[in-house]
């Protein structure tokens, strides 16, 4: 498989990288030896790049492959977190739960409002000091937003960008494809290394995932592409595409997507409102409802909802 140097960081990542969230509690719940074999086949058939995130709640799927698996792996997190005490206990937690003496990338996570770099400026200070520290390679941004990808990618603190990008422009803030596209050319113009989420719209685009990668490789630009799998047959068929060979064929059923329900336990109190970046959730007779056309399964309801009555099923 290719590999490719990420902006001027020295990190060479696989074209494939391992998008853990689909198997965390947010949707399938895998155990972590489950999730783990799953990553560490990946890891043995030639993925070396994983992304994570600390509300993915997958860190102990990653340390079990990582335990088992002796090669180089090039790790990236994230956190949501605001201060710089909340980022400092965030980035000593992940090194702790990993087991790691270096995280390689760590991103301000969720960057949807349009100055984190201003109002998480704690958040972003704790990162660069772990960075001066060695403790953590590379600083990064993980959004949805076109504007905070032009921001960031101008912004001289910060070496990784990760935007939100695919062909039908679903989940994108500020604009649609046009617009992202144009922000993460000014982004790898200034040196940054990028690498892309949601290239298949959060499974809206399943059923066709060669063109959808395609895309965001020549299109957008960015050949290292963040996939989430949860079975041996989508690895196969991913690392088949990545590697440009026949990708074999995996039955998709009408009804393989993952959707987001609401449960009868749902008070209607509005906080999933909040973290929709996708703008599909409203609130009708007193219970949420999620618009499952536009919804990314990106969990972040799931996870905020104090009555656990939001499942990706």
Not at 86 to 112: N, P, T, V, W
Not at 181 to 202: F, R, S
Not at 219 to 244: D, K, Q, S, T
């Amino acid at each position: 498989m290719d590999q490719y140097f990420l902006g001027n960081t020295g990190l060479k990542v696989s074209a494939l990288c391992f998008g853990a969230l689909p198997m965390g509690p947010l949707q399938a719940g895998l155990s972590a030896e489950e999730g783990g074999r799953l990553i560490l086949e990946a890891l043995e058939k030639g993925v070396n790049f994983i992304d994570t995130a600390e509300i993915y709640a997958t860190y102990p799927h990653i340390k079990w492959a990582l335990e088992r698996y002796g090669g180089p792996v090039v790790l990236a997190t994230k956190s949501a977190a605001v201060s710089y005490q909340e980022m400092k206990e965030a980035i000593e937690k992940s090194l702790d739960a990993l087991g790691r003496d270096q995280i390689e990338i760590f991103h301000l996570h969720a960057s949807r409002d349009s100055e984190p770099l201003v109002n998480r400026a704690g958040a972003l200070e704790a990162l660069l000091e772990y960075r001066s520290k060695g403790l953590i390679k590379a600083v990064g941004l993980a959004t949805h937003s076109a504007n905070v990808v032009r921001k960031g990618g101008a912004d001289p603190r910060l070496d990784i960008i990760f935007p939100l990008i695919n062909r039908l422009g679903m989940g994108i803030l500020d604009g649609g494809v046009p617009e992202m596209i144009a922000a993460i050319k000014e982004a790898k113009d200034n040196g940054k290394g990028l690498y892309a989420m949601k290239a298949l719209a959060g499974g809206h685009l399943i059923k066709d995932v060669a063109n959808s990668i395609n895309f965001v490789k020549n299109e957008a630009g960015i050949p290292v592409i963040a996939v989430g799998m949860l079975r041996r047959e989508e690895l196969e068929m991913n690392l088949a595409i990545f590697e440009g060979r026949p990708a074999p064929s995996i039955p998709i059923a009408d009804n393989y997507r993952k959707r987001a329900k609401v449960t009868f336990l749902c008070k209607a109190c509005g906080r999933c409102l909040k973290v929709c970046h996708s703008e599909a959730i409203r609130i009708v007779n007193e219970k949420a409802v999620i618009d499952n056309t536009k919804c990314i399964l990106c969990g972040y309801c799931s996870r905020e909802c104090p009555e656990f009555a939001i499942r990706i099923i």
